[in-house]
């Protein structure tokens, strides 16, 4: 039997205020949220930001140990990145390490940088899984469609979704054939013959899929299909999700104003 | 009754050049139920996509409703007879069962309270209401299947043709599948099934079209599938209800039971004596 499948709408059918939003108008507020996040320069600015986005996903009764599973699949990526920031920026050196050749200088300025390029990957990780947590998979797509994103883009993801696990079952099933006549793949990947046999399992999935995608089409074409998909629209914007919206954009603002400094009177 | 499909002297060769229909023609009368038999690769799943225009006659012609398929009708073909893919898989796309059964409507360009009335007369249909918002790929084979029959259904074609239907399904899938297929038959529907199980052919259908090599050897009823030459030559066998009692009828000289039913007759006859 097929494994346990990804559920990717695992959290999109709770209900909160953040479920109900509007998910096109969710998507162009957050985006610019998540804009306004990127581009910050101090750490007030992101750190407000910050607790913004975590106050959100509160408020959208996400379990908080599965958000942080999800950012530990970022982490060792941010972290490989973030440690060699403070090496590269010039500044006061905090250390330096010698490497005969040359010196490296750990400086306090780096540091800086380094900890700004943290908060703001973890505020845009944290905004996208608010977002795909909150909207079932297939309404994001067609929101993204109504947004005027191109057919192709949306239609690619959909079948990609769709066939991910059609295509999954199939190589497990050819795996699992191979280890019955018992393959065992060599200690060494490039050994020939388990070179060959996973060379062959990929020629094979890639004819089948080829193959499956010209009877998805005849299957579609037996339904009238005339190069568009149509689908019932039922989403409506209402007024509360325009207030939700212009409220996510306003706290982008704010946060901007933050990072200028604009509330230096305040003393932090 | 009138035919309500038509084929005359069909060809099919594939873009390689291999030829998989060699001069087909069959009549299917209205409200029939037929069952197209053959070996792997007679050409039986080649056949069934000319039905509805996806293959277009290289040379010869189908007639739907007296009709000719041609490029300009294919689109009004394709709401007349309906076509249900072997593989589920492959038919049904959408994210959510409501969705993939709303899109032949949709493209029908139907108003919207007729679509949903369509999706969820053909949801209940093959008794999936239930499942309507979930995802295709969380769904049994079974499920997944009864899906694809409700997308069909819910254009309400008068043809609903159906590749190896049962392929895959477990005996109680089988029987719910039949109690469909029965269910539409009943409300007037022509259905036709290509399929390699004889004794479900022999059980179920009313008209038989055996296949060989993109040939038709025969068409007829039932009763083909007990001619020695014709089984033969299409790479099949009795039913097994006739190989049980192939000898005893030959002895006694009476009509060689088909179906279970049949069987049943005769072993309490020959019991009773």
Request: aromatic fraction near 10%.
């Amino acid at each position: 039997m097929p494994q346990e499948h990804i559920h990717l709408d695992e959290f999109a059918h709770l209900k909160s205020a953040f479920h109900r939003f509007d998910p096109r108008v969710k998507l162009v507020s957050c985006l610019v949220f998540l804009v306004i996040v990127v581009s910050l320069k101090s750490t007030e600015g992101l750190i407000f930001a910050l607790s913004v986005i975590c106050l959100f996903i509160l408020g959208a009764h996400l379990p908080a140990v599965r958000i942080l599973k999800r950012l530990g699949l970022i982490i060792p990526v941010v972290f490989a990145i973030g440690i060699f920031l403070p090496f590269m920026q010039p500044g006061i050196p905090l250390f330096s390490i010698n490497l005969g050749f040359f010196t490296l200088h750990f400086t306090d300025q780096g540091v800086q940088v380094s900890i700004l390029f943290f908060l703001r990957v973890f505020c845009a990780a944290l905004l996208i899984i608010l977002v795909t947590y909150t909207t079932p998979f297939h309404i994001l797509l067609r929101s993204l469609s109504d947004l005027k994103i191109p057919k192709i883009f949306t239609h690619l993801l959909q079948f990609a979704f769709r066939y991910f696990f059609v295509l999954s079952d199939e190589a497990q099933r050819m795996q699992r054939a191979r280890r019955s006549r018992n393959f065992k793949p060599a200690k060494n990947f490039w050994s020939r013959q388990t070179l060959s046999t996973f060379g062959g399992l990929l020629g094979i999935l890639f004819i089948r899929s080829y193959e499956r995608g010209e009877r998805v089409y005849f299957a579609m074409m037996s339904r009238g299909f005339k190069g568009e998909i149509r689908v019932l629209d039922d989403l409506h914007i209402q007024g509360k999700d325009i207030a939700l919206g212009t409220a996510i954009v306003l706290l982008g603002i704010v946060s901007l104003v933050f990072d200028q400094g604009g509330f230096g009177w305040l003393q932090f | 009754m009138a035919a309500i499909l038509e084929i005359g002297d069909l060809f099919f060769r594939y873009h390689d050049g291999t030829p998989a229909l060699k001069g087909v023609s069959l009549s299917i009368q209205q409200e029939e139920k037929v069952a197209i038999l053959g070996p792997n690769g007679a050409g039986k799943s080649t056949l069934l996509l000319h039905f509805n225009g996806i293959h277009l006659p290289q040379q010869g012609f189908v007639r739907v409703d007296g009709e000719e398929i041609s490029q300009d009708n294919e689109r009004q073909v394709r709401s007349k007879v309906g076509l249900v893919f072997q593989d589920p898989d492959d038919q049904v796309f959408s994210a959510t069962v409501w969705d993939d059964v709303a899109f032949g409507p949709l493209n029908m360009g139907l108003k919207r309270k007729n679509i949903e009335e369509r999706v969820s007369s053909a949801l209940q249909a093959v008794g999936m209401w239930e499942y309507r918002s979930r995802a295709p790929h969380h769904l049994s084979y079974g499920q997944k299947k009864r899906v694809a029959i409700a997308g069909v259904l819910a254009m309400s074609p008068d043809i609903i043709v159906l590749d190896e239907p049962a392929a895959y399904l477990d005996p109680a899938g089988q029987d719910a599948l039949f109690a469909i297929l029965d269910d539409l038959h009943r409300q007037g529907r022509t259905i036709v099934i290509a399929t390699h199980d004889i004794d479900m052919a022999a059980d179920w259908a009313t008209s038989i079209i055996l296949l060989k090599d993109g040939q038709i050897l025969a068409q007829g009823g039932t009763e083909l599938l007990v001619q020695d030459d014709l089984v033969g030559a299409a790479d099949l066998r009795f039913p097994l209800v006739s190989q049980v009692f192939q000898e005893v009828a030959a002895a006694l000289d009476l009509p060689l039971p088909r179906t279970v039913d049949e069987g049943k007759k005769m072993l309490f006859k020959l019991t009773r004596h």
